[in-house]
């Protein structure tokens, strides 16, 4: 090397230092994102609001020892966790806030409640006003009867009383197969699915419609379970996911983690196991039996959160 090019090498490596410095803090300032939406506010506040249901068993409900429970009430309890750890806190405040299928898309909407898991069903139209998490449970809309009611299927509706509980999926579906098929259904609406299967166990309807699931807790807890069944066949395969709001990525980026990590570790098939195949605390002990359908056990090998 001439004395030259030693000169130059001395010059200019100073100048690539410094360029190179201003790289690195390039990049930096493109990855650390600062923090907005819903984990700005839980930063700022030290707090995360939780919707609860009363009896959205065993999704979200109250247990007989009066504590919230269930399966998607613990997912939020994991992802509560997940929110404290990211966010370095060492205090965080869950705060509670009881939502209904009629008030709970519009109190997550409005930023009132932070995360919503419970049986809500993720598809297009809600879509418009919130977001939905990774997928953690597939459903289709059945028919709940008493066994000697004679009927079986949709089309023995035809001018008797159903129930539907105000405000769901399966509300709207009752209504355009009613319109549809002109087949002149009285549609009774319940305010929850307790009130849902009340109108039907004390005749005031023949037949309760919902996500089957549901009526299948509801066959569990009855006084007599023999004597009930579900019928007809799935009118629609829904997907129920979280609620957050909507278009806050970073959020829904963590939820889904949480949701697809319980499924990779078996997390989420124990948790499974706990809520759908164990007795749980309701009217003493009871046991839905409501094994992994072949859709749930695809979700678990190929998570996503797409509606059906």
Known sequence: ?????????ALIRPFLAVAGLALCAGVAAQTASPLDGTLKKIK????????????????????DHNKQAGFAWEISQRVVAQV???????????????????????????????????????NAERQNQ??????????????????????????????KNVVVSAGTTAER???????KNKWGINIILAKDINENFLTVETGRAVAATQDDIILFS????????????VVGVPQQKEAYGCMLRKGDVAFKKLVDGVI??????????ALYEKYFL??????????????????????????????L
């Open 84 to 122: 404290k750890k990211d966010l370095q806190l060492a205090r965080l405040e869950v705060k509670t806030l009881e939502v209904t299928p009629q008030t709970r898309i519009p109190l997550v909407a409005n930023q009132t409640v932070d995360l919503e898991c419970s049986s809500t069903t993720n």
């Open 260 to 269: 697809t990590g319980m499924m990779r570790s078996g997390e989420f098939a």
């Open 218 to 229: 509801n066959i569990a807890r009855a006084r007599n379970p023999a004597d009930w069944e």
């Open 278 to 307: 164990k007795p749980i605390a309701v009217k003493g002990s009871v046991t839905v039996n409501f094994p992994m359908s072949p859709d749930m056990q695809e979700l678990l090998r190929h998570p996503n959160d797409q509606p």
């Open 44 to 63: 700022d506040t030290g707090a995360i609001t939780v919707a609860t249901r009363g009896a959205s068993i065993p999704f979200n409900y109250l247990d």
């Open 1 to 9: 090397m001439t004395l030259k090019s030693t000169i130059h090498s």
């Open 173 to 179: 579906m009752l209504r355009q197969l009613n319109e």
């Open 130 to 159: 919130v977001s939905f998490s990774t997928t953690f449970f597939v459903v289709g809309a059945r028919l709940l009867v008493r066994k000697n009611s004679g009927i079986k299927h949709w089309s023995d509706l035809v001018g």
